[in-house]
């Protein structure tokens, strides 16, 4: 929760509207990184409805994250946008 919190802050101070944020209670870089893609789409799944309901598009952050592998997939799965803090990098390395 810690970290969550710290990221809906730290969006919020930028002027970033947080409606929804979810987790799956990790705090460890490594534990994170070992997080197969297959899990990031189920949680996502998971709080679809309420993504839906609260949301203009979903960021999934944290680079360590393997959410950019299926970001295409959770844009089809929630037919919005989905951002990723790795996509934005590479995004902003490109533009």
Do not use: Q
Not at 34 to 44: A, C, F, N, S
């Amino acid at each position: 929760p810690e970290v969550n919190e710290f990221m809906v802050k730290s969006l919020n101070e930028f002027g970033v509207e947080v409606s929804f944020y979810s987790g799956l209670g990790l705090t460890d870089d490594t534990e994170i990184s070992k997080v197969r893609p297959e899990i990031i789409l189920d949680l996502v799944n998971k709080c679809k409805e309420e993504i839906k309901k609260e949301s203009d598009l979903l960021f999934v952050s944290c680079t360590n994250f393997r959410s950019m592998e299926i970001r295409e997939e959770i844009e089809s799965l929630l037919d919005m946008d989905a951002v990723t803090s790795n996509h934005s990098i590479l995004d902003w390395i490109i533009s």
